[in-house]
C-alpha cells in the first residue's frame, strides 16, 4: 500500500499571499472586523476558521451597502475591475489589494490590448470572479467563451487577443486555441494560465496514471480543483473529489492498493493531513506483525506515550553524559512528567485542535475523562518520583508543573490579547525545550548533588534537540498555526528566519559534544549523539524542499530523534563493553 502525494497538493502563491495578508491584518490592526470581497478562498470549512477570526466575507451588494464607512476591506486574490474598485472607494472603504500579481498580470494584458482596439477572448468559466474582473478591464471589448462550441458567438471581422482564466484546464484552452489560429491566423494569443495551475495539472495526470485510485482534496465550489477532477479522471481510474476525510468513499478505494492525494489551490494543508492521516491509517499495514507494531506506534504517537518515553529516553541519555548512573527513576520522572504536561495541555486547550481537526482529535473527545485521571496520576507520580531527591528536585519540579499548568489557562480577562502564557509569541517554543532540559538533565545532577560542567552540556543536549523538534514541527504547521492565532517561533519570525535558527541550534549541538569530549567534561558518549541531530537536520532540509508529511507521521518521525539518542547510548555502551574501546 502506497499514499503518493501531488508536491503541489494545496495553496498556491496567490492564495497563500492573499491569506497572510489578511492573518497579518488580524495580527497588527485594531479592527474588529476585517471584511474580503467575496469569500478569501473557495472552500468552505477555511471560510468558516476565518470567520472566527473576525474575517468576514461579504458576498453581496446588500452586505455592501451595510457596511460602515472607514471599513477594512480586502479584494482577494480574484481580482475585481476599474468599476468595481471605484465604487468601493467611493464608499469611503480602506481597501487593502490582495490580488495575485498573475491575475494582475492578465488584466494588463486586457487593458492594453482593449486599448489598441483588440476585441480580448476570455476563455474561462463565465461565472467565476476572476473572469467578471478580467472583463471589467475589457472596458466593453470583451467576450467570454467557455468551450470550443462558443467560438461562433465572436463577431467577424475583429482583431483578436486570446486569453484565459488563470485556472483554466490547460488541454481545454489549448484545443480552443488552436481552433482560434485556424478561423482567426492573425489572432494574439497569450497562455495566461497560471505555472502553479500547469505543475498541479501535469502532476495529477501523471499521478493518476501511476496510481489505481485518486483522491482530490478540495471546495466542490473551486473550478481549479474540479479540475483537476476532471484530469484524474481522465486517465481512466477512479478519482473522487472530497472537501474533508470525512467523505472518502472508503468501500470505493477498498481494493486500491496505491491512492494518489492532490489538492487544489485553495486547499489548506491541515485538511489534506487529515485525509492523508486517515488513509495511512486505515489502509497501511493492517495485518500481520508489522501491521499491529504500526498500529501500536500510532496509538502511542496519538496518546504523547510516544513523546513521553522518548522523554525518559532523553533522561537516561543526560544522567550516562554527566557519569551518573541511569536510574528508572529519572526515566519514570522525566515521562511521567511529559506525558502529563502535554495531555493536560491539550485537554484545556482543546478549542484549537477542534478548530481545525487534529488527528489527535477522536481520541481526546472520546477519552477525555480517562485522559484526564491519567495525566492527574501522572503528575502525581513525577512529583512522588522527585521527592525522593530530597527538596531541591521536588521544588523544581513543583515549580515546572504549577507553570506548566498555568500555561494554557487565561489568567486575564476577555478582549487582552495576552490572556494566557501562551500567548506570548514564541513561548511555546522556548518554554517546553526549557523545562525539558531542567526535568530530564539536572534533577539527576541535583539528585546526585553533582553539578558539573556535563550537565550544562546536558542540558543543552536536551534542551536544543527538543527546541528543533518543536520548531521543525511548528514550521510545518505554519499554515495553520496563522489561521488558528498560535504565536510560534515559525509565525513570528517567518520561516526563513526560523530555518536559519534552525541551523544555527543544529550546528551547536554538533559542535558542542565535539569540544565537551575534547575538554573531557563529558565521556564520548556525547560524539554519538550526533546523531539523533543530524537526524532531525535531515527533517528540517526536507521540509524546507518541500516534502511532504501528514500530521501524525510528521510528528512520529520527529519524536523519533529522542529514540535515536537512546540508540546512539546503547551503541557507546555496547562499543565500551564489548569492543574495550573510548
Ligand atoms: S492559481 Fe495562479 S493566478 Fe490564481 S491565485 Fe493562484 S498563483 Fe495566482
Redesign the pocket.
Known amino acids: 500500500m502506497a499514499v503518493k502525494v501531488a508536491p503541489s497538493a494545496g495553496?498556491?502563491?496567490?492564495?497563500?499571499?492573499?491569506v497572510d495578508l489578511v492573518l497579518d491584518l488580524t495580527r497588527f490592526k485594531t479592527e474588529e472586523k476585517i471584511y474580503t470581497y467575496g469569500p478569501l478562498i473557495h472552500n468552505p470549512q477555511t471560510v468558516e476558521l476565518l470567520k472566527r477570526r473576525g474575517i468576514v466575507s461579504i458576498n453581496d451588494y446588500e452586505e455592501l451597502e451595510k457596511l460602515p464607512p472607514g471599513s477594512l476591506l480586502v479584494i482577494r486574490?480574484?481580482g475585481i475591475s476599474p468599476e468595481e474598485r471605484q465604487g468601493l472607494k467611493k464608499r469611503g472603504l480602506k481597501i487593502v489589494d490582495a490580488t495575485?500579481?498573475?491575475?494582475g498580470r492578465?488584466q494588463a494584458i486586457i487593458k492594453k490590448h482593449a486599448h489598441q482596439g483588440y476585441l480580448v477572448v476570455i476563455v474561462g468559466n463565465k461565472t467565476h470572479p476572476?473572469i467578471a474582473g478580467l472583463m471589467g478591464h475589457a472596458g466593453g471589448k470583451g467576450i467570454v467563451i467557455s468551450n470550443i462550441g462558443e467560438l461562433s458567438k465572436i463577431p467577424p471581422g475583429q482583431r483578436l487577443c486570446v486569453v484565459s482564466q488563470?485556472?483554466q484546464n490547460h488541454a481545454e484552452y489549448e484545443k480552443i486555441t488552436e481552433e482560434i489560429k485556424k478561423r482567426y491566423p492573425e489572432a494574439v494569443i497569450f497562455d495566461t494560465?497560471?505555472?502553479?495551475?500547469h505543475e498541479?495539472q501535469r502532476e495529477v495526470a501523471q499521478l493518476a496514471q501511476e496510481m489505481d485510485a485518486t483522491i482530490i482534496v478540495g471546495g466542490k465550489n473551486s473550478a481549479?480543483t474540479r479540475h483537476l477532477a476532471t484530469i484524474a479522471a481522465g486517465a481512466g481510474k477512479p478519482t473522487y473529489h472530497v472537501e474533508t476525510a470525512d467523505e472518502i468513499p472508503w468501500d470505493n478505494i477498498k481494493q486500491a492498493e496505491n491512492i494518489g492525494i492532490s489538492a487544489g489551490?485553495?486547499t489548506p494543508n491541515w485538511i489534506i493531513e487529515r485525509v492523508i492521516d486517515e488513509i495511512m491509517e486505515r489502509k497501511t499495514l493492517q495485518k500481520g506483525l508489522k501491521g499491529g507494531l504500526f498500529r501500536l506506534w500510532v496509538w502511542a504517537v496519538k496518546t504523547e506515550l510516544y513523546a513521553a518515553c522518548g522523554a525518559g529516553i532523553l533522561s537516561l541519555v543526560a544522567s550516562s553524559l554527566q557519569g551518573i548512573k541511569p536510574s528508572l527513576n529519572h526515566f519514570l520522572l522525566s515521562t511521567f512528567f511529559v506525558f502529563s504536561m502535554h495531555t493536560l495541555n491539550r485537554l484545556i486547550d482543546h478549542r484549537d485542535s477542534t478548530i481545525i481537526g487534529s488527528f489527535r482529535e477522536g481520541l481526546y473527545q472520546e477519552y477525555k475523562h480517562f485522559l484526564l485521571i491519567l495525566s492527574l496520576l501522572s503528575m502525581a507520580a513525577a512529583l512522588f518520583l522527585s521527592s525522593t531527591g530530597g527538596l531541591l528536585p521536588l521544588t523544581l519540579t513543583t515549580l515546572l508543573l504549577a507553570s506548566g499548568l498555568l500555561y494554557s489557562i487565561p489568567l486575564f480577562p476577555k478582549g487582552r490579547k495576552f490572556r494566557r502564557l501562551k500567548d506570548i509569541p514564541g513561548s511555546k517554543n522556548l518554554a517546553t525545550p526549557l523545562a525539558w532540559g531542567l526535568v530530564a538533565a539536572l534533577i539527576p545532577a541535583l539528585n546526585e548533588n553533582a553539578i558539573t560542567p556535563a550537565t550544562f552540556v546536558a542540558f543543552f543536549f536536551v534542551s536544543g534537540l527538543s527546541f528543533l523538534r518543536f520548531v521543525i514541527s511548528d514550521l510545518q504547521d505554519l499554515q495553520s498555526d496563522k489561521f488558528i492565532g498560535k504565536e510560534t517561533l515559525p509565525v513570528l519570525l517567518g520561516p526563513r528566519v526560523t530555518l536559519k535558527i534552525v541551523n544555527l541550534v543544529a550546528f551547536v549541538l554538533v559542535v558542542l559534544p565535539v569540544v565537551a569530549f575534547q575538554m573531557a567534561w563529558t565521556s564520548g558518549l556525547a560524539l554519538f549523539l550526533i546523531l539523533p541531530v543530524f537526524y532531525l537536520w535531515i527533517c528540517s532540509y526536507l521540509y524546507d524542499r518541500k516534502r511532504y508529511y501528514a500530521g501524525l507521521t510528521k510528528e512520529g518521525l520527529l519524536e523519533t530523534a529522542y529514540y535515536l539518542a537512546g540508540l546512539g547510548q546503547g551503541i557507546w555502551i555496547w562499543w565500551i563493553h564489548i569492543k574495550g574501546k573510548f
Open positions: 495553496f498556491c502563491m496567490g492564495v497563500k499571499r492573499a486574490a480574484h495575485c500579481p498573475r491575475v492578465v476572476e488563470t485556472t494560465i497560471c505555472d502553479s495551475t498541479r481549479n489551490a485553495s
